[in-house]
Nanobody, 124 residues
């Protein structure tokens, strides 16, 4: 089992920056690819970003490419999502997730463990 706890979500203005954190506990953190997903009100959960076990490979949704950066610190068992130039359409509950898959995947079905989510609200 892996327990994931997100933090850092809050109300910000359009154009602001925000960093989300996700602390993991349980099984060795470096065994898992990690991802961030988000779910806006009334919409399905959507992929945002993912990072490989070593941190050497990342992938992003087109909607956040160039604005968001995913990173991880395996010594701290934490994954981060740096969000810059935030837009109102970035408003959502953000979830981190862990995947034991060999490949770095963007489908939510590939992720075995999920956090409880943290709310990000971007006002215009």
């Amino acid at each position: 089992q892996v327990q994931l706890v997100e933090s850092g979500g809050r109300l910000v203005q359009a154009g602001d920056s925000l960093r989300l954190s996700c602390a993991a506990s349980g099984r060795p953190f470096s065994n898992y690819n990690m991802g961030w997903f988000r779910q806006a009100s009334g919409k399905e959960r959507a992929f945002v970003a993912a990072i490989s076990r070593s941190g050497s490979t990342t992938t992003y949704a087109d909607s956040v490419k160039g604005r968001f950066t995913i990173s991880r610190d395996n010594a701290k068992s934490t994954v981060y999502l740096q969000m810059n130039s935030l837009k109102p359409e970035d408003t959502a509950v953000y979830y981190c997730a862990a995947s034991s898959s060999y490949y770095l995947l963007t489908s939510s079905g590939a992720y075995n463990y999920w956090g409880q989510g943290t709310q990000v609200t971007v006002s215009s």
